[in-house]
């Protein structure tokens, strides 16, 4: 929900939401009113990148930022497809812990849907009755989490996820399924009654065998399109952070490097930052690349080739790195953007097999290091995004899909580099932010993004959002244009526990499977939970199913394990988690130089509104 607050009542005072921007989400910014054109057109193309003017702490200007990526189309996109009917059109989200949806029918109608990012489906038992058969099955009345209207059919084959039996959904209809246990493979009675199936208890659905992605199974529930039947006519646009995560938690494709002679060490030794400057045993920091080989190739700095590396050799240092363990190439040269050589031996590579890429290619950027690291990150995230687009618009025979770039700008999935898409979820909030404030007559607002994971905070003035030409994720330097966002590690989702006799707050984040204690999985206990405790969630009228007993049972013993009691806990989590995130906003303010309490604080996010008011206090 779009919290717009003010900080300080001296400050300048945000308006009072309308009833027509009460409630809305950042992702439904990316879809525009049926006013502004036909049903299934935009007016907008959204191609084109937004108005902006300022480069953070840069004196380049945002247009020649976006001239030098070439990755950000300036012609204006293809015409539509011609169709006999418009299409669906959908803004999907997905982020660590949840997916959301926001779509518009060919009719005009909004619908919105949100499930787990696992693609399992979240209810709540209602009532359980006989099946009336002699197979000795359960009809249990459920009401699935968040309001989602399940298509009729939709969940026969999925199991129950918890509990002490396999149980299997045999039938499904609505608000109600048939479920029976399974015993070698042969479905029965179950036995004895399972507490999963307790009136009142949240259940989990989980899909075995061939799973389903979140975006493609939302996609499903939200134009109530069965499972096994192709979607309609559908134009979608796509963020999430599946690529950041992928990163920070070190997956993704094993990357080999091929550099030129002598400087086999550049990506070992990057910048020498050290993540603790006073640390008494130094960490070494995750390597951006698997492996590295050096050819015998030199070019010097006005492009002429000194000495030029054989095909044969760089084929045989590139089986190398894929005899190590290597999925992919990247070639990084000494003043590659002089010459096309990278280019040349990528080429080469390629079409012997190798999957290979020119650095330049992906960051035309001078400096070595920033050009190597930031095609490292694209080779070790594309195979994630590209699946994630493919698997969103599988089911479709007629989509055109839109990727959210870490810019803001709305980017054809067909053009679209891995690297664009680190800030792809946060950009849409900052979006999201600007076209908010600018609603309510706001100059300076500071936006607040509060996930499962992470929060997330930029600053908007004069009608205009900040973009950075560089950013760094995980200690490493990504040379592409990014909205300035400041994340820090405290959400929904991070976990509250004592360490060291203390009252401890994240940074680690129980994810969207556990997940947090109250989702009934043996997930810690997390902020959810103790807002949950606290009062502050709804659990009820289509709520998210939490089981309040389990976050009860875990606040507990993390209180007994500090002496306090929960009261204390509880309060104590809740202050540790705002001077967190309030902290992020005034580090950002001040490195710009300005007052936040001169500035609007809106929030939003799933946990947004939990906090906002505290945070506006200590600000």
């Known amino acids: 929900a779009g919290i717009a607050a003010p900080i300080d009542a001296g400050g300048a005072t945000a308006a009072p939401p309308s009833a027509a921007s009460a409630g809305t989400t950042a992702v439904e910014t990316a879809l525009p009113s049926p006013s502004e054109g036909d049903a299934g057109e935009t007016v907008e193309d959204p191609s084109q990148p937004p108005k902006a003017t300022t480069a953070e702490r840069s004196a380049t200007r945002a247009s020649d930022m976006r001239a030098e990526y070439p990755t950000v189309p300036s012609a204006p996109r293809d015409q539509p497809h011609p169709r006999t ?92 399924v048939r479920i029976a246990a399974e015993h070698g493979g042969v479905r029965g009675s179950i036995p004895e009654p399972d507490p999963a199936l307790n009136a009142g208890q949240p259940i989990r659905f989980v899909r075995d065998g061939d799973a389903i992605d979140a975006p493609r199974l939302g996609l499903h529930i939200v134009t109530a399109t069965p499972l096994d039947a192709a979607l309609p006519a559908v134009e979608l646009r796509l963020s999430t952070t599946r690529g950041t995560n992928a990163l920070l938690e070190g997956r993704g494709a094993r990357v080999g490097v091929l550099v030129s002679d002598g400087l086999a060490g550049v990506v070992e030794i990057g910048d020498q930052t050290r993540e603790d400057l006073f640390a008494r045993v130094p960490q070494r920091t995750r390597r951006v690349a ?44 000494a003043h590659a953007l002089a010459n096309d050589r990278e280019q040349r031996i990528a080429g080469e590579l390629r079409a012997r097999g190798v999957p290979a890429i020119a650095a330049r290619d992906i960051a035309p950027h001078p400096r070595l290091l920033t050009r190597t690291e930031t095609a490292c990150v694209h080779a070790r995230i594309a195979p994630i995004l590209d699946a994630f687009v493919a698997d969103a618009t599988a089911s479709a025979t007629d989509a055109r899909a839109f990727v959210f770039t870490s810019a803001g700008v709305l980017q054809r999935a067909s053009r679209l580099l891995a690297r664009d898409t680190l800030y792809s979820g946060p950009a849409g909030g900052a979006r999201a932010v600007r076209d908010a404030a600018r609603r309510h007559g706001i100059a300076s607002a500071v936006g607040f993004d509060m996930g499962g994971t992470s929060s997330d905070v930029a600053r908007t003035a004069g009608g205009e959002v900040a973009l950075r030409a560089e950013s760094r994720i995980d200690r490493m330097t990504v040379a592409a244009p990014s909205v300035a966002i400041d994340s820090v590690a405290a959400g929904g989702g991070s976990v509250c526990r004592v360490r060291d006799g203390a009252f401890e707050v994240g940074p680690e984040s129980a994810g969207a499977n556990p997940g947090p204690a109250c989702y009934g999985r043996g997930g810690p206990l997390t902020i959810t939970d103790v807002n949950l405790l606290a009062g502050r969630m709804a659990t009820g009228g289509g709520a998210m199913s939490v089981d309040r007993g389990a976050a009860e049972r875990a606040l507990e013993a993390v209180a007994r394990a500090r002496g306090a009691t929960t009261d204390e806990a509880m309060l104590a989590f809740l202050d540790i988690a705002n001077a967190r995130m309030a902290l992020a906003i005034e580090a950002l303010c001040v490195r710009d130089g300005v007052d936040p309490r001169r500035h609007a604080l809106i929030a939003f996010g799933g946990a947004g509104g939990q906090h906002a008011c505290a945070i506006a206090d200590r600000l």
């Not at 060919?106 to 619908?111: A, E, F, I, K, S």
């Not at 990012?117 to 209602?126: F, H, N, P, R, Y």
């Open 85 to 176: 009917t418009p299409p669906w059109l959908v803004a999907l989200d997905t982020g660590g812990t949840f997916t959301d949806i926001v779509a518009r029918s060919p009719g005009g109608m909004l619908l919105r849907a949100k499930v787990p990012s696992d693609g399992s489906i979240l209810a709540t038992v209602v009532q359980i009755a006989a099946g009336g058969d002699d197979d000795g099955a359960l009809l249990v009345h459920i009401a699935p989490a968040a309001g989602l209207v399940l298509p009729d059919g939709l969940l026969v084959g999925w199991r129950v996820a918890h509990g002490s039996h396999r149980l299997t959904v045999r039938a499904h209809g609505t608000g109600v």
């Open 290 to 333: 698997h492996a590295v080989e050096a050819i015998p190739e030199r070019s010097l700095a006005d492009g002429t080739v000194e000495r030029a590396a054989a095909d044969d050799a760089c084929a045989d240092a590139a089986t190398r790195l894929a005899a190590g363990g290597c999925d992919a190439v990247v070639v990084s040269l």
